[in-house]
């Protein structure tokens, strides 16, 4: 099953928000269509400049986006190596992993999980709403 084309992927995004009563305002839309169609993790400032290019936006307004995406669950972190976060929309059943460039920031996906085990010990200890956040890091081809 493909859950992320990027026409999906922002079909399932914006219904979501709608389930959960959030108003669909513009620069909310040109938000997500641009991550829907860019389909890699992006810094909120990167955000923020190809947005305002069409729409008025600051980064308080990307990083309130992007609480309530996250809170929606169709918007992944990706967290570099120095901590900087980045953002990803995803789809539905579309939960991923990435390997990062430690030189270029380039990322790609891995679409694999192998934390399940994980989080059922987490479980057996007694937690809920368990989740993950998982990175590789490396150096690419291109930068070798
Ligand atoms: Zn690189
Ligand atoms: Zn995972």
Redesign the pocket.
Known sequence: MNCSSPSKKLDYALAVLKERGHRLTSPRRAILELMAEESRPLAAEDIRKQVERQNPCDLATVYRNMDACLDAGIVQKCMLENGKILFELVGEHD???HIICRKCERTERINL???DEMEEIATSLGFTEVD?V?ELYGVCGDCR
């Open positions: 939960h991923h992993h999980c192998l934390a993950h998982m």
